[in-house]
């Protein structure tokens, strides 16, 4: 079966795609070296994916990932959980730190 995808179609899934996963590689860069202010590091996720366009942060957040509890302090295994919406799509994404 053929599915046919349009441009705007295919742009559509690429800005999805760049608005979960630029906020992941940056906070992954964030920790590599140290950890750093959980909340510091969710308002700079907020703001760096606001720029992404039509994408409306919902939610961001770090957690331990043995307890899933936030934590206050950010680092290389931390798991980070969050929301996007682009236009009325709601995507929702966690990744290792």
């Known amino acids: 079966m053929l599915t046919v995808v349009t441009i705007s179609a ?6 999805q795609w760049q608005a979960r996963r630029i906020p992941v590689q940056r906070a992954r860069a964030a920790v590599a070296s140290a950890p750093r202010p959980a909340a510091k590091l969710k308002q700079q996720l907020r703001a760096l994916t606001a720029t992404q366009p039509q994408a409306r942060p919902d939610y961001i957040e770090f957690f331990d990932p043995q307890t899933l509890l936030p934590v206050r302090q950010a680092r290389q295994g931390t ?3 969050l929301a996007v919406f682009i236009g009325q799509t709601r995507l929702i994404d966690n990744a290792a730190l």
């Open 79 to 81: 798991r980070l959980a």
């Open 10 to 15: 295919m742009q559509r899934r690429a800005r």
